[in-house]
């Protein structure tokens, strides 16, 4: 090992495996760890400039970490976090506002951040390990139940010196916890001392990070300033990084309605998430005047799981084979081709577009996770859990015909009835579904699910609710079916627990929408987490991505390995890109670009 880059601790009962790095790695070895500037980085890249974007609904919070309100977009880029995240490896932190972390990588049950003397909140405060454990500790207090379920297995956190912190572990072997402690934004204990955590605010908030708030128009738009005097701009990770002198993100109320705003350029960067926009309405005039750039940005990350999500708290989802049976009225070839322009593809797992992906019938070592489960688990998921597994495929003609005569049989099967055209559940009583979106464009992309629900005998409803309390009927799970977009990532870990665990099912706030509570998934979940290499993490997720599919929780439709992008063609990029980020943040203004769009805005 080289000293420069992990120092081995020396215990008396001989060489310990805890060691101190300027790094944390989870099971991978870093590739950066003496580099001066990010691969994908511009070190050159001129400051100045600004970067906006739409953002959809409202805000009335600056707090993110308490999960009230709802959180104003950008607020991340006023806090720094321990330690930063690499765009090209999956699970590896470099430097932030700690240099240096000590743990056991082997058996980790602590571990000791040491911050850098030189960082310093934006008013010139120090940063101490004071901040660290009082945001740490409103973390676990006073967050989101989701949050604070992230964050469970954190006993304590403990302030041995100035600029050092140790938090341990309740286990004994959480190699993810201290990546996912270096990623969180650290608080100033000073001034949050006359302030409640746990109240939406609208007050700014000290950090340290790269931007300073500027200003706020409330409910409609908020601005950052770059902060000249920002403490980390010179570290590896941030040089060539937050060019742009202004950030800004305006509030649409419907995404229609922003990207209108953003052709007559009321801000100048566009995410768009619609195939039909995508292909056929980029072909206005500043486009064609070459001021307004198409970019499509193809990454490495798991496809993001778009899905149709069963409440199985509720009648008549508790029964996997009515769910089983609704997977075949759903005919995403037909959408592909009519709806779609053929710009998607159908998920066919939660981790796609990844060596996570479970692919075929199960490899030995899957098994060897899976066959001890098997006995406790419903015999349509077990059946499943063994399949090569592929969803319904239609003939794309929009009848769907053989597929919804297999649902029909399966329900039949299953004891349910028909009468008068109506499917009736075992006691009687006509099924009937509620299903909640809170965006207009989706009623164009449900109809045909809708309307093939309908053809089994269903009565579906589309209620369609205002952003705020579309956001707390998630949080309080008071629907039948929605939609949700599921982010995953390359380090499975912790949050698997959150998405799919028992233990999540029934708190306000969290993320398993689905309300599962299956012993067999908390148990691989628990051996995700605790994934002692890459090898087994990959396997143990395989095994994961089987039972979630074989338990019929979710429909997962469509999705795509790329984001779309338009932007008014004022900025540059780096040569080489990221593989797992867009990678905006190390993006820069060019300002003679910068003036012909303002003189091409100005005659229009």
Not at 7 to 21: D, E, F, I, L, R
Not at 164 to 193: C, G, H, R, T
Not at 577 to 593: E, N
Request: net charge positive; with cysteine.
């Amino acid at each position: 090992m080289c000293l420069a880059f992990g120092v081995a601790v020396y215990a008396q009962a001989g060489w310990s495996a805890v060691q101190t790095t300027p790094y944390i790695a989870i099971h991978s070895a870093p590739q950066y760890a003496r580099s001066a500037v990010m691969p994908y980085a511009n070190a050159q890249a001129p400051k100045g400039g600004y970067l906006s974007t739409a953002s959809n609904g409202t805000f009335d919070n600056l707090n993110s970490m308490n999960g009230k309100g709802s959180a104003a977009d950008g607020v991340n880029y006023l806090f720094d976090s321990l330690m930063s995240s690499s765009l090209n490896e999956p699970g590896v932190m470099y430097p932030l506002l700690a240099e240096k972390a000590t743990f056991d990588p082997q058996k980790t049950s602590f571990v000791i951040f040491h911050l850098n003397p030189k960082a310093k909140f934006s008013d010139g405060s120090p940063v101490t390990a004071e901040d660290v454990k009082f945001s740490f500790d409103a973390y676990q207090t006073k967050s989101n139940p989701g949050l604070q379920m992230y964050l469970a297995d954190l006993a304590k956190t403990e302030v041995l010196s100035k600029h050092q912190v140790k938090m341990s572990f309740k286990s004994d072997n959480n190699a993810e916890m201290p990546l996912i402690l270096s990623q969180l934004p650290i608080y100033s204990k000073k001034d949050w001392a006359k302030k409640d955590f746990t109240r939406v605010t609208m007050q700014p908030i000290l950090g340290s990070g790269p931007y300073l708030l500027d200003r706020i128009d409330a409910g409609r738009s908020l601005s950052y300033k770059r902060n000249p005097n920002y403490w980390g701009k010179d570290l590896p990770v941030n040089k060539g990084r937050y060019n742009f002198d202004r950030l800004k993100y305006v509030y649409y109320r419907s995404l229609d309605i922003a990207f209108e705003g953003f052709k007559s350029g009321q801000y100048t960067l566009h995410e768009e998430y619609t195939a039909r926009k995508w292909v056929t309405e980029y072909n206005f005039p500043a486009v064609k005047a070459g001021m307004v750039v198409k970019y499509r940005f193809k990454h490495s990350n798991p496809i993001a799981t778009q899905s149709f999500v069963f409440n199985t708290r509720r009648n008549p989802f508790q029964d996997i084979r009515l769910r089983q049976a609704l997977t075949y009225a759903y005919d995403f070839e037909w959408q592909n081709k009519a709806l779609f322009y053929g710009q998607y593809t159908r998920l066919q797992s939660y981790f796609a577009n990844s060596e996570l992906e479970a692919k075929g019938t199960p490899s030995a070592a899957e098994l060897a996770v899976l066959k001890p489960l098997l006995p406790k688990l419903d015999s349509v998921q077990r059946i499943g859990v063994l399949k090569n597994w592929k969803y319904p495929v239609s003939d794309a003609s929009g009848f769907n015909r053989n597929n919804l005569l297999t649902a029909r049989q399966l329900l039949l099967n299953a004891g349910y009835k028909y009468k008068n055209g109506q499917l009736l559940d075992k006691k009687g009583q006509p099924i009937q579904i509620e299903f909640l979106i809170h965006q207009e464009g989706l009623q164009r992309t449900l109809m045909p699910f809708v309307r093939n629900m309908k053809r089994l005998g269903i009565q579906v409803n589309i209620r369609q609710v205002d952003v705020p309390q579309y956001i707390e009927r998630m949080r309080s799970k008071d629907f039948d079916m929605t939609t949700s977009v599921m982010p995953q990532s390359l380090s499975p870990g912790n949050e698997q627990a959150q998405f799919w665990g028992s233990a999540s099912a029934d708190q306000p706030g969290n993320y398993n929408y689905a309300g599962i509570k299956n012993p067999v998934i908390d148990a691989v979940v628990e051996q995700v987490i605790r994934a002692p290499d890459r090898q087994a993490l990959v396997i143990r997720t395989r095994a994961l991505d089987r039972l979630l599919r074989a338990g019929y929780y979710q429909i997962p439709t469509y999705g795509k390995g790329e984001n779309w992008l338009a932007y008014w063609n004022m900025y540059k990029q780096p040569a080489v890109k990221p593989k797992l980020s867009t990678g905006i943040d190390y993006w820069w203004s060019d300002p003679a670009q910068a003036q012909k769009v303002t003189s091409y805005l100005r005659k229009q």
